[in-house]
């Protein structure tokens, strides 16, 4: 397994477009979370994912935003009619959770680079 | 609300010397974890170390070690023998509370580093 995969690393798109972006997690990852980090500023929590099951999202995720996770495999973000202050770093991480066990092995991909124009 | 703080947005470090990196954090809690990731310019963030909140020991791997105080609520990173490859940004996290189970991380706005030659 060659950790978590993001596509596309980059995406230029015009105000008003549909983009989708995608996440591939380590293969045993029960976990998958999405992040959203501005310039200059830390990642902040948008949603994740127990398996298939989408299981909080952060006020951040506006109704123009949509998460999936089919089969507890990948996973897609979708953001409708993007305006510019969509314009950030969409980062994805996996990890597996066990009850009863501290879990600390978050793995992230290198991102998706989102500009609005 | 869990809280994460780094009040240093930027530091210089001769090389082969060694920096702290400030952080501090702020929950109700008492079952927590800490965590120090570095982000390079290709985005991708890297674990570097862990720290949990019943742990006796200061976390060490590497030349990183984590000097945890936590009556003062402190999880400074130290990087001992600093190269030019330490150059990058770097972020304090905290897993929200075991309790919660959602293991979402709350980031700091993060510390720019830059090692000179």
């Known amino acids: 397994d060659t950790g978590v995969s993001q596509d596309p690393r980059h995406k230029i798109t015009k105000r008003g477009q549909n983009v989708t972006f995608r996440c591939d997690p380590i293969?045993?990852?029960?976990?998958l979370y999405w992040y959203r980090q501005t310039l200059g500023q830390g990642p902040e929590f948008l949603t994740y994912?127990?398996?298939?099951?989408?299981?909080?999202k952060s006020r951040l995720l506006s109704d123009r935003f949509s998460a999936e996770r089919p089969k507890g495999s990948f996973s897609t973000l979708e953001i409708q009619r993007t305006e510019q202050g969509d314009s950030a770093m969409y980062l994805c991480?996996?990890?597996?959770?066990?009850?009863?066990?501290?879990?600390?092995?978050?793995?992230f991909g290198s991102g998706t680079r989102l500009t609005v124009v | 609300a869990q809280k994460i703080t780094q009040t240093q947005p930027g530091m210089f470090v001769q090389e082969k010397e060694a920096v702290t990196l400030d952080c501090t954090y702020d929950?109700?809690?008492?079952?927590?974890?800490l965590f120090w990731y570095k982000q390079p310019s290709s985005g991708e963030m890297i674990f570097l170390i862990y720290?949990?909140?019943?742990?006796?020991q200061n976390a060490t791997e590497g030349r990183y070690s984590l000097n945890f105080q936590k009556a003062r609520k402190s999880a400074n990173l130290v990087i001992s023998a600093s190269q030019l490859g330490d150059s990058a940004m770097y972020f304090c996290?905290?897993?929200?509370?075991?309790?919660?189970?959602?293991?979402?991380?709350?980031f700091g706005q993060g510390t720019t580093l830059q090692v000179k030659p």
């Open positions: 991480a996996s990890s597996l959770e066990d009850r009863g066990r501290a879990n600390y092995g978050y793995t």
């Open positions: 293969s045993e990852h029960n976990r």
């Open positions: 994912f127990q398996n298939e099951a989408q299981l909080e």
């Open positions: 929950t109700s809690d008492p079952s927590y974890g």
């Open positions: 720290q949990g909140s019943y742990d006796q």
């Open positions: 996290a905290m897993r929200e509370p075991f309790s919660s189970n959602t293991g979402k991380l709350i």
